[in-house]
């Protein structure tokens, strides 16, 4: 399994994740929220998948830089 992160905090909003990969990513107030994930201790979103498909294409996009891979 791998773990998609969002580091929520960081996020300015560009909608770039959405666009990108709507799969897994949807905007929300204005952020970038992750869909079906858990919020860990960090106020971070995270989320266990199978295959990480365009999420991979979010980490290289996203200007904030606020999504990793686990
Ligand atoms: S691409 Fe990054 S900065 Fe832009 S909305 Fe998504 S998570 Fe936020």
Same mark, same amino acid.
Request: some cysteine; glycine content about 4%.
């Given at each position: 399994?791998?773990?998609?992160? $969002?580091?929520? *905090? %960081? ?6 994740? &959405?666009?990108?990969?709507? @799969?897994?990513?949807?905007? !929300? #107030?204005?952020?970038?929220? $992750?869909?079906? *994930? %858990? ?6 979103? &995270?989320?266990?998948?199978? @295959?990480?498909?365009?999420? !991979? #294409? ?13």
């Amino acid at each position: 399994m791998k773990k998609i992160i $969002l580091e929520k *905090s %960081k996020c300015i909003g560009c909608g770039t994740c &959405e666009v990108l990969c709507p @799969k897994f990513f949807e905007m !929300k #107030d204005g952020k970038s929220h $992750l869909k079906d *994930s %858990k919020e860990n201790s960090n106020k971070d979103e &995270e989320l266990e998948v199978e @295959k990480i498909e365009c999420a !991979k #294409d979010v980490v290289d996009a996203c200007p904030a830089q606020c999504v990793k891979i686990k």
